[in-house]
């Protein structure tokens, strides 16, 4: 039995392997002092579990002792999506918008102002709207979840706090949104 289990792992881990799985690994930042101006708290709980999980970079209190500041400004809405024949709402488009712009201490612009854009479409039903206000509530918080992923992913582009000209990190543009809807 014990020769049966360690064959089944081993299959395991050569199938994990040849599919290209890795492990996220440690993130290799320029800056080794982070401040975090603006975001919403769990949004900059989450990046300072992701940065100082993931680093030797720590998260500051002060602007004063850090080597680089990034600035977040997040925006929320819901748009109608789709309506049924009486004009009553069927489907709301969510969107999160993160805004952010990271700058060195002595004011070098590391990375322009960038945004985040993600937006996920939520039916809607009059009868079940104390649920779908927590179903609103969980599609935000995965969205903010996904957006402090991609935003850790682009904070190790930056090699150097002091970037030779033409090495700056270009600034990003949102993705394209949900197309309207026909009507």
Do not use: W
């Not at 997040?74 to 009486?86: F, H, K």
């Not at 979840?145 to 850790?152: F, G, K, P, R």
């Amino acid at each position: 039995m014990t020769r049966r289990s360690f064959m089944t792992l081993a299959c395991s881990v050569l199938m994990l392997s040849a599919c290209g799985f890795q492990l996220r690994g440690q993130q290799d930042y320029a800056f080794k002092r982070l401040y975090l101006a603006g975001g919403s708290a769990p949004a900059n709980a989450r990046l300072t579990r992701m940065v100082q999980g993931g680093s030797d970079t720590v998260i500051v209190t002060s602007p004063a002792n850090a080597d680089a500041t990034l600035t977040i400004a997040e925006a929320r809405t819901i748009n109608t999506l789709t309506l049924n024949s009486l004009g009553v709402v069927e489907e709301y488009q969510m969107n999160l918008s993160m805004n952010y712009t990271l700058t060195g201490k002595d004011g070098t612009v590391l990375i322009p102002q960038s945004v985040i854009a993600l937006n996920r479409a939520m039916t809607y039903s009059d009868q079940y709207s104390q649920a779908k206000s927590a179903e609103s509530d969980i599609l935000f918080a995965d969205m903010e979840s996904d957006a402090i992923d991609q935003l850790t992913r682009r904070l190790s582009v930056v090699k150097s706090l002091h970037p030779a000209p033409g090495q700056e990190v270009p600034a990003l543009a949102p993705r394209a949104p949900l197309p309207p809807p026909p009507l």
